[in-house]
C-alpha cells in the first residue's frame, strides 16, 4: 500500500460531474454489412476527427426490428474502426435490456434530457496550457441568463475549448488541431484553423462566425464538413455557417 501520509491524499478517488461533448450515431436500422460500410465512408471523410472517440447510440429514430439490434457487433465493428461505444440514448424498454446486457451505459432520450437538465456552470479546459476566460452573460429569446465564454489567446494544438450552455467567443486564432465546442453560436475573430462544432446539444439555429474560414471541420448539430468540402466556397475568407434543410451553408459575412 502506497503511504500518502505526506501528501495529505485521504481518498482513492473522487467522482465529480464533467461536462462532455459527446458524439452520437442516430441508429435507423441495423445491417451488419451496410452498417460497415456506411460507417468507413463517413470516417474516410475526417478520420482524424474520429479516431479513438467515444460515441453514443441514439435509438430514437430506429426502425428496424430488435431481433437484428445486435449491439455486439456494433461495439466490434466501431472498435475495428477505432471508435468506442459506451452507451444507448432512448430506446424501448427491450432494447435498453439488449444494451444492458452488453453492458452499455443507458441515457435518456434526447428530448427529455433537454426537459431535466439543469444548468451548468462551463467546464475547465482540458489542456495542460492556460487559456484566458471571462464570461459575459447573453440573454436568449426566453429571457434566461445563458453565460457566453470569451477566450482571448489562441487555441493552440491539442487544446479543447468548451462552451456547455451558450456561446464561444474566441478573440484570437484557433489553430489546426485545437478543437472549439459550443451549446450555441461560435465567434472567431481570428483565422479558424482547427475544428469547430456548434450546436452540440442539437441547436440546429446555431451559428459559426469567423474572420478567415481555413477549418479542418465545422460542425452545426451533428451535421459536418470538411475541409476538403470548406475550400470551395468562402476559404480563406470572413464568412457564417449556418444549417439550411439539413445542409451547412457558407455566406460571407458582408451579404448576411
Known amino acids: 500500500m502506497t503511504d500518502n501520509a ?32 456506411t460507417l468507413r465512408d463517413k470516417i474516410s471523410q475526417a478520420p482524424g476527427f474520429f479516431k479513438d472517440i467515444p460515441i453514443i447510440i441514439g435509438l430514437e429514430k430506429y426502425q428496424g426490428p430488435d431481433s437484428e439490434l445486435d449491439f455486439f457487433k456494433i461495439i466490434g465493428i466501431c472498435r475495428r474502426h477505432h471508435m468506442h461505444v459506451v452507451g444507448v440514448r432512448g430506446g424501448t424498454d427491450d432494447q435498453r435490456r439488449l444494451a444492458r446486457g452488453a453492458s452499455l451505459a443507458l441515457l435518456p432520450a434526447a428530448a427529455q434530457r433537454e426537459r431535466v437538465e439543469e444548468p451548468k ?22 429571457g434566461e441568463a445563458v453565460p457566453a465564454r470569451v477566450v482571448s489567446q489562441p487555441v493552440r494544438s491539442g487544446q479543447q475549448v468548451y462552451a456547455p450552455e451558450g456561446d464561444l467567443i474566441i478573440l484570437a486564432s484557433v489553430q489546426p488541431g485545437a478543437e472549439v465546442l459550443a451549446a450555441g453560436n461560435i465567434h472567431v475573430y481570428g483565422p479558424l484553423r482547427g ?9 440546429e439555429n446555431a451559428r459559426i462566425f469567423c474572420q478567415s474560414l481555413e477549418a479542418e471541420l ?39
Do not use: C
Not at 442516430?26 to 451488419?32: C, R, V
Not at 451533428?222 to 475541409?227: E, L, P, R, T, V
Not at 470572413?238 to 451547412?248: M, S
Open 6 to 37: 505526506n501528501t495529505g491524499v485521504t481518498q482513492v478517488f473522487q467522482l465529480k460531474s464533467a461536462n462532455l461533448s459527446m458524439t452520437a450515431l442516430e441508429l435507423h436500422f441495423f445491417d451488419n454489412d451496410e452498417f460497415e460500410a
Open 121 to 142: 456552470p462551463a467546464a475547465e479546459d482540458t489542456s495542460n496550457e492556460e487559456v484566458a476566460v471571462t464570461q459575459p452573460v447573453v440573454e436568449t429569446r426566453s
Open 195 to 203: 475544428r469547430a462544432l456548434a450546436g452540440i446539444h442539437g441547436a
Open 218 to 256: 465545422v460542425s452545426i448539430a451533428g451535421h459536418y464538413k470538411i475541409s476538403e468540402d470548406l475550400q470551395n466556397d468562402g476559404w480563406k475568407s470572413a464568412v457564417q455557417i449556418q444549417q439550411k434543410d439539413d445542409l451547412l451553408v457558407v455566406m460571407p459575412l458582408d451579404k448576411a
